[in-house]
Every structure is written in C-alpha cells, then in structure tokens.
C-alpha cells in the first residue's frame, strides 16, 4: 500500500520516535539518504547546497557534510548557502552545522555568480513553511529556478504545501525540483495540483521507521492493487450479457461528440453493450463505431442499464427531465459535465442525488466542485483532498475530481490521489472517455469505488502508453484513449 501522509501525521510519527531514538537520529539518516540520491543524480563536480533556519535545513547540512567529508571518496566540490534565520538554531540543527563546517565544503552567504553548477539541492523549507516567500527569499528561488540546472530537494520543494499541492501564497513561488526525496513517509501535496509539475521524481527515504511504527495514513496513492480483486481473466462461457449495459445520456445539439466518446470509451473498456440516448438525436447509427445503439432519451427505456449523464446533455427542459428520473430511479449513475451543472443549480436535486440508495460517481472539474460545493475553484484547488471529501460527504457519492493527480474521495472520508496521467488528457473529450469508463467498470459489478479508482488509473495510464509510443503529449485526442484503455486493462487483466 502506498500511504501518503499529511504534515499533522508526519509530526505525530517524528514525535513518536523521538521517544526512542537518540536525538539527530533521523535528521543524520535523512543526510544519508538525500547524500546517497545526489551523488546519484551528479554528472560533474559542482554541488550548491541550499540550507534554511530550519531542520530542513540541517537536512542539507547534513548532506554537505556526507558529500565533502574527509572520508568521502566522491571528488565533489561543495557550496553551501546557508541562510540562518534570527532564531537559534536546534540542537539537531546545531550538530549538523558543525559537521559541514568541519568537513571540506564551502560556506557563502549569497548566491555565488557565473557557476555552472552539475547539482542543486534544495533545504530552504520543509513541511513546516506556513507563509508564503517573499523578499530576498523569493528573489534566490527565483534566480535558483532561472538556472535550470538539476536540483533535489529535501523533504518537499521550499514554497509547496505539503498537504495540499499548492504554491503557498496567492502569487507564491516555489523551488522547481527534477526529484525530490520524502521523508518519514510520502505526502499528498507532491502528488496533486502543482505538486506535480514542482516535485519532479518522488523519492521516499523511510529513515529506517518500520511501518507497523505508522499511524493509518488519510490517503494513499492510486494503484492496481487498489482493485485487484475484479482484474481477472474472462470466463470462455460468457456471453454480452455477463458484462453489463451502458446508457449514456447527453448529446444536445451541436453536441453529439461528447455522448459518443463516453460510449466508445465504455465500448473498448469491456460493457457488453453500450447505448447513447441522446437529448437531441442526430442519426440512426454511428458509422465510426455501429456496435453503440443510438435512442431518444425521452423514448429510451434503460432497463438494467449503468447510467452516464451529462456528456454534452445541455441544460433544456428535456435535460432535466431525464436528469430527474434517473435520480429518482434505482440504476446505477456516473454524472458528469451537464448533469452535474444542473444538480448544482438545484438544492432539491442534490438532495435527491444525496438520499439514493443506488451506486452514484460523479466526476466534476474543478469549476464544476466549485458549483456544487457554492465556492470558486481556486478554493477547491487550494485544498483538492478537502474538497473532494466535503462533496463526497455532501452528494454521499463518490468523488473523481479531476485535474493533475485526480483526487478520489468517498462518503466514509477515505481518499486516493491517482499517478498516472500526463498533460495529453488535458483536451475536449478526455472527460467525457473517463466517464464511460467508470459506467463500464460498473456495469461489470465492480464497487462503485474500485471501479472509480480502477477508471481514473487506466484512463492515466492510457495516455501514458500513447505519450510513450509517440502519440503525444501535444495533440493527444480523446479518440485515442478508448482503444489505449482497453490494452491497459488487458494488459492488467492477464
């Protein structure tokens, strides 16, 4: 299980441990640790060490010590910027201090100029960075980032929070980091919003702490073993019928695009068959894929069908007509785009959609959380996990809030962030194929939350595997994905 942990739970396991180890112990294996990724990462000589006021900062000067000590054999040639801070330092801190300045590296207390350094290692801030950066601090990680040169950080990249994901500050800064390596355990906010882009390569350093000395986490990362149980090859003595009915709803005028890319993504991804029902029909057959059967929404009887509404569904009298009735009826639903749209403007459909005893998904952006939740979305991206447990909680649904590290929440408040996923996905139609997906998954009797976590993984990885055969990531279109979908989760299902 891959457990993220929030800043609360990482102080709850350092305290902990700080009852039974010898104190330093864990700021000297974090040195060890992050030292031992450096020299990894290190193509030349030149190594700039960042070393904050705070225990971050004695991280790296525990670095410097393990890179430039008399015993070290590595031919490395050590700067440190060590930025002090008015308040003393702790006797961790302190300890380490001592080291690096024994050791042969070089203290400097500005950014030394025309240095073409081989690696940057970033101990500005750590996870305990409450406000945002600014003056001569946001100027150095201005001019760090301009630099453009490989750069580790320590525990998080100094300006991002670990929690959330996000740049502190309304117009913050951050470290820009090609790896960083966690400690104690991995955190939510390098997995999600901006964490993605700032974070680089996550590394986890567990600093020797056995994982039954570990609390629960509150959240953990996305992972086939998530929902193992339902990948499984299929039985020869199956027929259409075995793997459920699809019905996708939307399709108003000028719309019909985004119904049948729902439907082609529940198609390839396993439904034995899939319907569109459209608000606006536009034609008797769909020539590019004639296995998905095309109806009148206000005709179509469902049946057993998995219901997917909102793909270009439109907001007329007709919309919400169907809207109300599959609420009111006992099929399973993923609700996207439209449908989610109308349920904000309404307190009655929400609370309708909240009292349903049947399976419910609905799948917002993050405009559409913020309409639902009555914010903006700069609230909901500002705390990603915490918006997507309120809506769970309020909608009693579960949760796929979309955007970089999909968050994945339910009613009972447990939460995953999903890895996989790449900048391809963010085109017209993306959406529409997960919602399918998730209908598919579905109607194949997996539980409304492996099949949730189960579809935004494989949907990622889809775009994954068409970004690595060069398909990719600029231009990548959502029509690509159902058929790259389907061979990860046969790939998976072997």
């Not at 769909?286 to 793909?311: H, K, N």
């Amino acid at each position: 299980m891959k457990s993220l942990y929030s800043v609360a739970e990482i102080r709850s396991i350092e305290h902990t441990m700080a009852q039974t180890l010898p104190a330093g112990t864990l700021m000297q294996r974090a040195g060890e640790a992050a030292a031992s990724a450096a020299r990894a990462m290190l193509a030349g000589r030149k190594v700039l060490l960042l070393a904050g006021p705070g225990n971050n900062g004695g991280d790296a000067l525990e670095v410097a010590a393990n890179l430039a000590g008399a015993e070290t054999d590595l031919d490395a040639d050590v700067t440190v910027l060590y930025l002090p801070g008015s308040v003393a330092p702790s006797p961790e801190t302190a300890r380490a201090l001592a080291r690096a300045r024994a050791s042969k590296a070089q203290f400097v207390d500005s950014l030394p100029l025309g240095r073409d350094w081989s690696l940057i290692v970033d101990g500005l801030f750590g996870i305990g960075l409450a406000r945002p950066l600014d003056g001569d601090m946001r100027a150095l990680v201005e001019s760090i980032n301009g630099l453009g040169r490989p750069l580790l950080a320590l525990d998080v990249p100094s300006g991002l929070d670990a929690d959330t994901g996000a740049v502190i500050g309304p117009d913050g800064v951050a470290i820009q980091a090609t790896r960083t390596i966690t400690f104690i355990g991995d955190k939510p906010g390098l997995h999600t919003f901006e964490g993605r882009d700032y974070a680089g390569q996550v590394q986890l350093a567990p600093l020797g702490i056995d994982p039954g000395q570990r609390p629960p986490a509150g959240a953990r990362l996305n992972e086939p073993a998530l929902f193992a149980r339902h990948l499984a090859p299929r039985r020869h003595n199956s027929h259409k019928g075995s793997f459920g009915d699809v019905a996708v709803i939307g399709g108003a005028k000028g719309m019909a695009g985004a119904p049948l890319m729902a439907a082609r993504g529940a198609l390839f991804t396993g439904a034995g068959r899939v319907f569109v029902a459209a608000i606006e029909p536009a034609g008797a057959v769909d020539f590019v894929q004639p296995e998905i059967m095309l109806r009148d929404a206000q005709e179509f009887d469902s049946g057993d069908a998995t219901l997917v509404i909102g793909p270009g569904m439109g907001d007329s009298v007709t919309a919400m007509r169907v809207l109300f009735k599959a609420l009111e009826g006992k099929a399973a639903l993923v609700l996207d785009a439209d449908a989610l749209n109308l349920i904000a403007d309404s307190p009655d459909l929400q609370g309708r959609l909240a009292q349903r005893e049947a399976s419910a998904i609905v799948t917002p952006h993050p405009l559409e959380a913020a309409r639902l939740l009555g914010v903006t979305s700069a609230v909901v991206q500002g705390d990603r996990l915490a918006a997507a447990r309120e809506l769970a909680s309020r909608l009693n649904a579960v949760v796929v809030l979309k955007g970089s590290g999909t968050v994945i929440a339910n009613a009972a408040g447990s939460v995953v962030i999903n890895p996989t996923g790449n900048a391809g996905l963010a085109t017209a139609g993306s959406g529409d194929v997960l919602a399918g997906i998730c209908g598919s998954l579905l109607a194949q009797g997996w539980q409304p939350w492996e099949a949730a976590i189960g579809a935004v993984w494989v949907h990622g990885a889809a775009a994954d595997r068409l970004v690595a055969q060069g398909s990719g990531p600029i231009g990548l279109t959502a029509g690509e994905l159902p058929l790259a979908a389907r061979a990860v989760l046969n790939a998976l299902a072997r």
